[in-house]
T-cell receptor
Framework: AQTVTQSQPEMSVQEAETVTLSCTYD???????LFWYKQPPSRQMILVIR??????QNATENRFSVNFQKAAKSFSLKISDSQLGDTAMYFC????????????FGKGTRLSVIA | SAVISQKPSRDICQRGTSLTIQCQVD?????MFWYRQQPGQSLTLIAT?????????ESGFVIDKFPISRPNLTFSTLTVSNMSPEDSSIYLC????????????FGPGTRLTVL
């Protein structure tokens, strides 16, 4: 079974600064996907970024980038130029490579961006 | 990308009653997933719903408590039966993805409060 661990229950960052959210996972699979989801108070789950395990290059999406370390089973999210709208719960998630499988989530990190 | 709608968006129910949550997807999908998110917690998979077969439930969730229907490839319902205050949660449906099976789309969620 897969497990996802987020060791930072809460974090805060000043507006315009950079923050890194940590995520580790455990799996015996060799191919898989990793995701970061954002959940604002509206409760809608919003996909922030995804990484395919077979790709060595770290994924980036505008201000969001990941540091994927496959051997260490680590998948951190870096948010650059933090904005007030980034305030939300952030969940790290794992999915098997087949695609038609559910996501396994970490416990989440509550991020507050301070003006 | 798939568009997923859920009804109701929220409800307040009395102990001992049942509530059926509907999930509609704008494209045909093989699998649909139902998650529960208890207050301040992460998402936990309740069951996987395949069209034309019985839903597959995760450990700790049973069909008598959470019956699921999947009458076609675009629709599913989750019923929360004989509710107690412990069932107060956000319930979300999810599909593996529209044109991409790796994106993991979510409905907007149903916020259930049981008094």
């Amino acid at each position: 079974a897969q497990t996802v661990t987020q060791s930072q229950p809460e974090m805060s960052v000043q507006e315009a600064e950079t923050v890194t959210l940590s995520c580790t996972y455990d799996t015996s699979e060799s191919n898989y996907y990793l995701f970061w989801y954002k959940q604002p108070p509206s409760r809608q789950m919003i996909l922030v970024i995804r990484q395919e395990a077979y790709k060595q290059q770290n994924a980036t999406e505008n201000r969001f980038s990941v540091n994927f370390q496959k051997a260490a089973k680590s998948f951190s999210l870096k948010i650059s130029d933090s904005q007030l709208g980034d305030t939300a719960m952030y969940f790290c998630a794992f999915m098997k490579y087949s695609g038609n499988t559910p996501l396994v989530f970490g416990k989440g990190t509550r991020l507050s961006v301070i003006a | 990308s798939a568009v997923i709608s859920q009804k109701p968006s929220r409800d307040i129910c009395q102990r001992g009653t049942s509530l059926t949550i509907q999930c509609q997807v704008d494209s045909q999908v093989t699998m649909m997933f139902w998650y529960r998110q208890q207050p301040g917690q992460s998402l936990t998979l309740i069951a996987t719903a395949n069209q034309g077969s019985e839903a597959t439930y995760e450990s700790g969730f049973v069909i008598d408590k959470f019956p699921i229907s999947r009458p076609n490839l675009t629709f599913s319902t989750l019923t929360v039966s004989n509710m107690s205050p412990e069932d107060s949660s956000i319930y979300l449906c999810s599909v593996p993805g529209g044109t991409s099976a790796t994106r993991g789309f979510f409905g907007p969620g149903t916020r259930l409060t049981v008094l």
